[in-house]
């Protein structure tokens, strides 16, 4: 069992930044791949970034590349989004997610693979 704590949302001006922070209890945080995603009002939850066990490999929704970063510290265990250039559209409740998936440095982009999810954390970007 992992229990993910976000924090770090808020209200943001456009083109600002924020950092949010996912905190993991539970078992060895490096075995677990992890994700963020989000859900903006009336809208699907959607995938935003992934980073392996490692924090070798990453990917990222095109929304947001070049614009976002995730990163990990597995002796923290905490996974971090660092969101930079921010847009209204941004605006959503922000999940991080956590799987053991499979050996090996993978990502997974689709909710369906993770086995774990954090409360979530509101992020808004006014216009």
């Known amino acids: 069992q992992v229990q993910l704590v976000e924090s770090g949302g808020g209200l943001v001006q456009a083109g600002g930044s924020l950092r949010l922070s996912c905190a993991a209890s539970?078992?060895?945080?490096?075995?677990?791949?992890m994700g963020w995603f989000r859900q903006a009002p009336g809208k699907e939850r959607e995938f935003v970034a992934a980073?392996?066990?490692?924090?070798?490999?990453?990917t990222y929704a095109d929304a947001v590349k070049g614009r976002f970063t995730i990163s990990r510290d597995n002796a923290k265990n905490t996974v971090y989004l660092q969101m930079n250039s921010l847009k209204p559209e941004d605006t959503a409740v922000y999940y991080c997610?956590?799987?053991?998936?499979?050996?090996?440095?993978?990502?997974?982009?689709?909710?369906?693979?993770?086995?774990?999810w954090g409360q979530g954390t509101q992020v808004t970007v006014s216009s």
């Open positions: 997610a956590a799987t053991p998936g499979v050996a090996g440095p993978s990502l997974y982009t689709t909710g369906s693979s993770y086995d774990y």
């Open positions: 539970g078992r060895t945080f490096g075995n677990y791949a």
């Open positions: 980073i392996s066990r490692s924090g070798g490999r990453t």
